[in-house]
């Protein structure tokens, strides 16, 4: 996967970032949330950032995490959302710059020329260097398997756990053993 951002603010000089990333949970979500995380990096505390995006996905959930990190309390309604330990992450930049982000959708392929360049070098960024998010330390990270925080929500992963559960339990029946030459289940 290849992420790349445009700084392109009117009094500042043009400046670009592009790299390849390698991610073990493969996601089209995963690039643009690491390209609005890098971004986020380079910004200097206490400013505004305008973030023009095409994924609809992010914006959306940033703008639902915003709503829910000023009205909640708890971390719980963020346990329930995909890549919560990248979000947590983001999140925790953004606050400890001091920034006010706001992200605005953009329509794709609408020949939008910074959108369309941006995502040429993201394109051309696949043959570059990897980077590699180390997720292992994120503040957020309630579950890991194999030292690699799990991304998708927690009750997901308690639910595939017990259907399995009790797919061995019904496939060690005596009912079910009489016909298990006829199926088989990997």
């Known amino acids: ?89 983001l999140f925790e930049v953004i606050s400890e710059h001091n920034l006010d982000v706001y992200l605005i959708k953009i329509k794709a392929h609408s020949n939008n020329l910074l959108n369309n360049k941006v995502d040429a070098i993201a394109k051309d960024a696949l043959i570059l260097p990897a980077l590699q998010l180390n997720l292992t330390a994120a503040p957020q990270s309630f579950a890991n398997c194999k030292n690699q925080p799990i991304l998708i929500p927690i009750r997901h992963i308690v639910k595939e756990i017990f259907w399995h559960k009790h797919l061995q339990q019904i496939l060690s029946l005596h009912v079910v053993n009489k016909y298990h030459l006829f199926f088989r289940i990997n």
């Open 1 to 89: 996967m290849g992420l790349a951002w445009l700084q392109s603010h009117q009094n500042s000089p043009m400046a670009f970032f592009s790299t390849a990333l390698v991610s073990s949970f493969p996601s089209s979500s995963i690039p643009e949330s690491a390209a609005l995380f890098t971004a986020l990096l380079t910004a200097p505390p206490n400013c505004k950032v305008r973030v023009y995006t095409d994924s609809a996905i992010i914006t959306s959930q940033f703008n639902k995490l915003s709503f829910l990190k000023k009205q909640s309390p708890s971390f719980r309604p963020f346990l329930k959302i995909n890549n919560s330990v990248f979000w947590s992450c």
